[in-house]
């Protein structure tokens, strides 16, 4: 009898989750800085190429930008919604680049509730587990910071990466990536809503499209 009701009090638990999840609420629009973190046995190897110690994330709707700051090469990815794709910017010799090198396009893994919360910045988060064959990640979401999941329908290539089956377009404010002998947590410290000129998150006109990125 009771293994029954535990199971009932959970599915019951996952059903109210999923409704929230589901429930109005207006997409963010704005910044959000997060800070990154490894530990492990692998990464002091992975501090020796100076990797980036924070993460900007600037999104208008279904077009978003992430610039990856902090280490010794910084990074530029411009999520474009008309072209379907993602370019890595260049500002200064003012172009930008179709492919990157080493980078292939995410597969979408399911995410499940595990049960956790934690709060981040203030705001109560849930806990959302991704299982994949080389790695596991763990976000923390809260359905107060979310995107409209219908305007990603139909596109490929400018996916934003947090837009897994069960998170229902919700925003993570924490992730954590464990791989064997390597764990690097991503954490909002600062969110700041704010409108966004959607111009400011395009190519600019003056930029010259180039193909593979070669620098790295």
Same mark, same amino acid.
């Given at each position: 009898?009771?293994? @029954? %009701?535990?199971?009932? %009090? %959970?599915?019951?638990?996952? %059903?109210?989750?999923?409704?929230?999840?589901?429930?109005?609420?207006?997409? /963010?629009?704005?910044?959000?800085?997060?800070?990154?973190?490894?530990?492990?046995?692998?990464?002091?190897?992975?501090?020796?190429?100076?990797?980036? &110690?924070?993460?900007?994330?600037?999104?208008?709707?279904? +077009? /978003?930008?992430?610039?990856?700051?902090?280490?010794?090469?910084?990074?530029?990815?411009?999520?474009?919604?008309? =072209?379907?794709?993602?370019?890595?910017?260049?500002?200064?010799?003012? !172009?930008?680049?179709?492919?990157?090198?080493?980078?292939?396009?995410?597969?979408?893994?399911?995410?499940?509730?595990?049960? $956790?919360?934690?709060?981040?910045?203030? &705001? @109560?988060?849930?806990? /959302? *587990?991704? *299982?994949?064959? $080389?790695?596991?990640? #763990?976000?923390?979401? =809260?359905?107060?910071?979310?995107?409209?999941?219908?305007?990603?329908?139909?596109?490929?290539?400018?996916?934003?990466?947090?837009?897994?089956?069960?998170?229902?377009?919700? #925003?993570?404010?924490?992730?954590? +990536?464990?791989?064997?002998?390597?764990? #690097?947590?991503?954490?909002?410290?600062?969110? !700041?809503? /704010?409108?966004?000129?959607? *111009?400011?998150?395009? #190519?600019? *006109?003056?930029?010259?499209? @180039?193909?593979? $990125?070669?620098?790295?």
């Amino acid at each position: 009898m009771r293994r @029954w %009701w535990v199971f009932g %009090w %959970w599915s019951s638990l996952l %059903w109210a989750q999923a409704e929230a999840f589901r429930a109005p609420a207006p997409p /963010f629009e704005g910044l959000i800085v997060y800070k990154v973190k490894a530990t492990g046995e692998k990464a002091e190897v992975l501090k020796e190429n100076d990797p980036p &110690t924070e993460m900007h994330l600037y999104i208008h709707k279904n +077009r /978003f930008l992430v610039n990856e700051t902090g280490g010794a090469f910084p990074i530029s990815r411009l999520y474009d919604p008309d =072209s379907d794709r993602v370019y890595v910017l260049d500002p200064p010799n003012r !172009r930008a680049f179709k492919y990157e090198k080493y980078r292939k396009r995410a597969k979408n893994y399911p995410a499940t509730y595990t049960g $956790d919360s934690i709060q981040i910045l203030g &705001t @109560w988060c849930y806990s /959302f *587990k991704v *299982k994949k064959p $080389d790695e596991e990640i #763990i976000y923390y979401v =809260s359905p107060k910071y979310r995107v409209d999941v219908s305007l990603f329908a139909g596109k490929k290539n400018a996916q934003a990466f947090f837009l897994n089956e069960g998170l229902y377009g919700a #925003i993570p404010l924490k992730m954590i +990536r464990i791989q064997p002998g390597l764990t #690097i947590e991503v954490t909002a410290v600062r969110i !700041r809503p /704010f409108r966004i000129d959607p *111009k400011s998150l395009k #190519i600019p *006109k003056e930029y010259e499209i @180039w193909g593979y $990125d070669y620098r790295r």
